[in-house]
């Protein structure tokens, strides 16, 4: 029998966001995106931050790990070195991934390990109630900044586009379907696939939400884009807060981390027999 959704779903209920939340979409797109490639769930690492989206892994039928806040890439990226036959998906929210964590987001990309990093950009810190992320627009007021936040925001796919990440996409939360395209096609690519996703938080960032982005998505692939070019992807990046396209922007097959190193080369870490394992050598060579 063909899998479906509910083949990734635990027992644990229903997921407590808030009536409406954007991680809705996310979690019904990665699920489907899982039975569309028939993926056996224990084979599937959902690996998460600290934030709403990041609680991800209590509602899933698949390994989980809830990490600390910024710091999920590194974990799953251990886990996908030990383990390079498991699907490792990073789930972080864009505090976890563009905030704390941006030195593991920046380096990820540069190291291209071969798992998916997405991230729920809802422009706030939900979980800590609502203060500004570094995506939200400047002058945005929020309960940490009552002014206005005095800096510019940052540009995650540029940033991205900067270190040659080898797979860069945008979803949308209000399009499930698209999305767990774009999921799929971010498994199947093999390297880092960096999927930011506009998420609405429909609670403390109201002036982001469906309505908002309704008008302003829309289809790269419908509108002829060439994910090969970089220099259109850079112009289709630079067109948001006007338009923000939705899509693959790049993509290209470069060097994957754990296919370079030649202690993979027997196979994952975690299947190798280490019983019989004569060091030695390594003794001689490093002791004085
Ligand atoms: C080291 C550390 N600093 C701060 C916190 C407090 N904290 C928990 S979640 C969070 C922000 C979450 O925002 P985001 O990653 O955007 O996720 P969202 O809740 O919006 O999904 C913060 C600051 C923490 N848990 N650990
Ligand atoms: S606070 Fe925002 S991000 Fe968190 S669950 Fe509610 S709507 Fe979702
Ligand atoms: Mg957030």
Redesign the pocket.
């Known amino acids: 029998m063909p899998r479906t959704a509910s083949d990734y779903t635990n027992d644990a209920g229903k997921p407590n966001w808030c009536p409406g939340c954007g ?1 809705f979409g996310i979690e019904a797109a990665l699920k489907n995106a899982f039975a569309q490639l028939d993926l056996d769930p224990d084979n599937i690492a959902l690996v998460s ?6 609680n991800s892994p209590y509602w899933f039928k698949t390994y989980g790990l809830i990490t ?3 710091r999920p890439l590194p974990v799953a990226t251990g886990a996908k070195l030990a383990n390079h036959n498991l699907n490792v998906i990073c789930w ?6 563009y ?2 964590g941006m030195g593991h987001f920046i380096h990820g990309m540069r190291r291209n390990a071969n798992l998916v990093y997405i991230i ?1 950009d ?1 422009t ?5 109630k609502g ?1 500004a ?1 570094p995506t939200a627009k400047k002058g945005t007021i929020t309960p940490s900044t009552p002014f206005g936040t005095p800096d510019p925001n940052i540009n995650p796919l540029a940033l991205a586009l900067s270190v040659d990440c080898s797979f860069i996409a945008r979803g949308y939360a209000g399009n499930i379907p698209h999305l767990a395209n774009l999921i799929k096609e971010g498994i199947r690519h093999k390297g880092f696939a960096f999927i930011d996703v506009l998420q609405p ?1 429909v609670t403390y960032a109201k002036a982001q939400g469906y309505e908002y982005y309704q008008n302003l998505v829309y289809d790269l692939a419908q509108a002829g884009h060439d994910f090969t070019d970089k220099k259109a992807a850079l112009e289709r990046i630079s067109e948001q807060p006007d338009k923000f396209p939705i899509g693959v922007f790049y993509k290209k097959e470069r060097d994957v981390y754990e296919y370079t190193q030649p202690q993979f080369k027997a196979g994952p870490l975690a299947k190798q027999d280490i019983m019989n394992v004569d060091i030695t050598k390594l003794f001689e060579q490093y002791s004085f």
């Open positions: 991680n931050g600290i934030g709403c989206g990041a600390l806040h910024g972080a929210g864009d505090g976890d991934a905030g704390i729920g809802n706030v810190y939900g979980l800590t203060q992320s938080c």
